[in-house]
Each structure stands twice: as C-alpha cells, then as structure tokens.
C-alpha cells in the first residue's frame, strides 16, 4: 500500500476561475525522498499544503487525499507525524528569540523538560546553532531563519516532512550542508520526503522520484534519469541540470551523470572537452557612481558588528555579484545603500553626494531596491493597485507598464492579491513596480530566488538589456551560476567586509563550493583554462 496516495485531485482557490490543481493522481511509497518541479506557480506549494491538514488552503477540493491509508479529512488529531518548511521563513516563525522558537512546537505536545532540554541540546550541535541560539529571530539572515525553521520541524521527530523550496535562501555551503542533512533523514532513518524545488543540481541526485508539474497537472513523473531524457528535447530543457545537459549536448549515450562523480568519470572516459569561450559581457567605462568607506554597522550594541569596516566602489555601468555566507551582511549592505538603515560610521556618496544629504523621494528614483523578501514590498491588495500607485507617483505611462509585466510572464495576475502568488510570481511582481520607474542603481536582494530556470532566464534577458543601456545593478545572491554567467565582478562578503573580488573567470576559479558545475567537473582534467558555463547556457540566457 502506498503511504501517500491523490486520486483525481482538483483544488480551486476561492474567487478563481481556474483550479490550481487539476485531476492530480499519484502514489509515494514510504521512505522515500520526491523531488516536484516546475514553473512559479504551477500548483507545487498548493500540492505540498494540501498534504497537511492544519495548513490546508482554503478553497474547493475535491477528490481524495490519504496518507498511510487514512483519508486527511478523517483524522481526528491533524498530521502531527508531518513536518512542512515554509517557502517563506517569515511564515514559520512565531517566537521573538530562537531559542523559544525551537521549543514552541515541543511545549504545545506537552513534552517534559528534561525530553525537551535533550532534543533542543542535539539539534543545536547538529546544526552548528550555538552562537545564534539566543539571538532574536528577526535579526537573523534569511538562510539562518530557514534553518531554525527546519530545527524546529525536525525536534517533533516527524515521520513524513514536506519542504517548500528550502534552499532558496541558503548560500551554496549551507545548502550543501542541507541537503546532507535531508539525505541522512531519509536513508538512515527512513524519513519520507518531499520536496518542492527550483535548485535541482543536487536535489536530483537524491530523489528516488521526480515529478513535473504544469499548470496544476502531473507533466511527467518517475526516475530523476528517464524524465531527464523524455524533457531534453521539449519546452522543459531548461529544467535539465547543467551535468546531465553537458552529457545530452555532447551525444552521450547510455547512463545519464547527474553527480560530479559521474560527470568526471564520463569525461574522462570519452575524453570530452567543453567548448572555451568567453562570456560576452559589457564592461563599465564610467565614473564611480557608488563609493562605500569605512562603514560600520550593527543591529544591537551587544552584539558584533554586522559590517565592519567595508569598502565598495561600483563604476557605472558595473554589474555587481555580492556572494557569501548566511548572514556575512549582504543584506544588511544593500539596506544601507538603499536608506533604509544608518550605519555607526563611515560614508556612503552616490554620484559623489553623501548618502545623508539625499531627501527621501530623490533616492528613491535614483536607487531601486528589490528587498529579499518581496511582500515587504507590497501596500495594496492588488499587484494592479499596487503597479497604479506606483505608475501615478512617478506620472508614468500605463504602456510601459504593459510591456514589463509581459516581458516577465506576469501579466495575468494583475487581478491577484500578492499574498495569493507564489514566491517566484511575487518576486516577479515587486521587480516590475521598481524597473517601471527607471532607476539609476538597481539594487537585488536574491533576485533568482524562487524563480523557475525559465523564469530565471527571462530575468536574465530583462537584467542584460538593462546593464548594456547603462544601469547599474548590485545584487546580493547565492546563484553561483547566475552570478557566473552575467556579473561583470563579483565580491565575498566575509566577517562584515569585502574579503575578495575580481572578475568572475578569476573569482571562481579554484573553489569548491563557489563555482560552477563545470567546473567541478572538468577540474583538474584539463591543461588549459576551463569555461566557467557552456556556450549555449549563455546564447539562450
């Protein structure tokens, strides 16, 4: 008998024509870890919520849903045994200070003291939580704030956890170590999975399952290496991972590599070699139009500071990659830069005037600021109320506004609530309001962030148009390949200072975990320099 098993499924959210799940049926045995993908809003977090009675969406459904053999609607006591992470780490969080957090689930089933002090005690060593274990939450990183929300799942030892895009916002070390974590859950302790993703390089690797959604329906389902063969030469070839994408466009037959193990093994036995390019990027010639010295910056005086003598310059026309780890004070920088946060000491200066001398609406034009969060973004009920409002401010043409919105696959939502879209559609939407105004400096929190690989691309396309007619954009990410492809320099954050940077060739060159897949997997292998991406990663970007 399957553990989980949807037949028929249909769910429609109140108010809307269309269902967001249509005739849905599948089965996921017990133990074992599914991975479902798929474009922003295809359904993936409406099927994940569906799983857990006490989240489930309000709306129509029908159909039928059991797990373990009992109908959801029927159990008397909710899903306990489940645990679901949150796209949004905001969403999970309940408690003022991490500690509290990680206990609250473990107080409401009524847990002892000394069962609770043990638990809370291994999942902090586990996670390497101890120097932000009395920190308040909201202090923390978006990345840290995911994994205390996993902390916390996970102390309710649950026999089923459903993830929401749980990498989103984890730096490629911490995702790494995540993941880890999630394949030790699931093969030594037989903890089903399933997992909703946009990050699937690595997450393939684990899966025993694979499902592709579109437009609320089961595309195509099995084996992470037979659906990879059926969609790489359909519409969802973006979707194929950049090793086995290598294998497929160089003729490859047989197995399909989707570790770094068995690209390097499948190199080296056909003696592949990637074509040598360089990446076409248009470099700054202008002036500095952004100079940061000496800044310092912290949240509460008892704790370190968060930016600690940082220097920045960025030339017009310069686009910038700030890559680092969880809580390094990425963020916290571009707050800063955008106005939203003083720092102790030090200077910022736009086109040479001092940051403070700048009357708030003058900023605002000059500099737009995409927040990691994007609902922060949000006033209105509608994005269409909230694209007037913004339209009307800067006394701009409705015309304009229409191109974008198509430009970025976004126009049919303009009806929608922003906390009715998914977290791609959001980011998407808040990205709109701020280019339709034309700043000067564009700055992106995690801009890929929940976004699908096409909607990635079609980001890309809008980002290069806009560097190649002379903005200037600063984006924080943890996209190595993103940030590979189209940066024109690239800077680590590290202890609250730019510890490095240089042009991506040479910034991820000898990396293990900041660099890309290929060069992971042609390391070593070849004499002259490797390619950082393949030629047509970048001529269909």
């Known amino acids: 008998m ?5 037949n028929e499924v249909t769910f429609t959210y109140p108010d809307c024509t269309e269902p967001a799940i249509r005739n849905l049926s599948f089965k996921i045995n017990k133990g074992q870890f599914v991975v479902v993908f798929g474009a922003s809003g295809s359904g993936k977090s409406t099927l994940l919520r569906l799983l857990k009675k006490e989240i489930q969406p309000h709306g129509q459904v029908s159909g039928s849903i059991s797990i373990n053999g009992q109908l959801i609607e029927e159990t008397k006591e909710g899903t306990r ?45 586990f996670f390497g939580a101890e120097s932000i274990v009395n920190r308040k939450s909201q202090e923390l990183s978006g990345g840290k704030k995911q994994q205390i929300n996993l902390a916390s799942v ?21 995702a790494r170590e995540f993941i880890d974590m999630l394949k030790r859950l699931n093969e030594e302790f037989g903890m089903t999975i399933v997992m909703a993703e946009h990050r699937l390089e690595e997450v393939f690797t684990l899966a025993d399952q694979i499902i592709l959604m579109e437009n609320g329906q089961l595309e195509l389902s099995g084996e992470p290496k037979e659906v990879l063969q059926k969609i790489w030469n359909t519409d969802y070839k973006a979707y ?13 037959q047989g197995s ?4 770094v193990k068995e690209g390097r093994e499948w190199v080296q036995q056909h003696q592949i070699e990637p074509t040598h390019m360089g990446v076409e990027r248009v470099s700054p010639q202008g002036k500095e139009l952004l100079k940061v010295k000496n800044v310092f910056f912290q949240y509460d005086k008892k704790t370190d500071y968060i930016l600690n003598e940082l220097e920045l310059s960025l030339k017009q026309g310069e686009f910038y990659a700030l890559l680092g780890g969880n809580g390094s004070g990425k963020s916290t920088l571009l707050r800063v830069l955008a106005g939203l946060l003083k720092p102790e000491s030090g200077k910022v200066f736009i086109d040479e005037i001092p940051l403070k001398k700048y009357k708030q609406h ?12 994007p609902k922060l973004f949000f006033l209105q009920d509608t994005v269409e109320k909230e694209m007037n409002t913004t339209l009307d401010q800067w006394n701009l043409p409705v015309s304009e506004a229409g191109q974008l919105l198509n430009k970025l696959g976004i ?10 879209l998914s977290g791609g559609e959001l980011q998407k939407a808040a990205l709109a309001c701020i280019l339709v105004r034309k700043p000067e400096v564009l700055l992106l929190d995690e801009p ?32 190595v390949e993103f940030a590979a492809q189209y940066a024109t320099k690239c800077g680590m954050m590290f202890q609250g200072k730019i510890s490095a940077e240089d042009i991506p060739d040479k910034f991820f060159k000898g990396n293990f975990f900041y660099t890309t897949m290929i060069q992971r997997v042609f390391r070593g292998l070849l004499e002259r320099e490797i390619p950082m991406t393949l030629k047509e990663d970048v001529s269909n970007a």
């Open 154 to 174: 996970l102390l309710m030892q649950p026999d089923l956890l459903l993830l929401d895009e749980p990498t989103a916002q984890l730096d490629p070390v911490s």
């Open 240 to 252: 194929v991972p950049k090793i086995p994408s290598l294998f497929f466009r160089m003729g490859g």
């Open 256 to 259: 399909v590599p989707l570790t």
């Open 362 to 373: 003058d900023l605002t034009k000059k500099v737009g600021y995409l927040p990691q969060n």
């Open 81 to 125: 045994g489940i645990g679901f992470v949150f796209q949004d780490p905001e969403n999970q969080l309940v408690a003022d200070d991490v500690l509290h957090e990680m206990v609250f689930g473990l107080e409401n089933i009524g847990l002892n003291t000394n069962e609770m002090r043990n638990r809370v005690a291994e999942m902090v060593h």
């Open 2 to 6: 399957a553990f989980i098993e949807l």
């Open 448 to 479: 890929t962030k929940g976004l699908d690989p096409i909607s990635k691309k079609n980001l890309a396309n809008i980002l290069v148009a806009l560097h190649k007619a002379g903005m200037t954009i600063l984006m924080s990410t943890h996209d």
């Open 411 to 420: 126009a049919h939502l303009m009806s929608s609530h922003p906390y009715d």
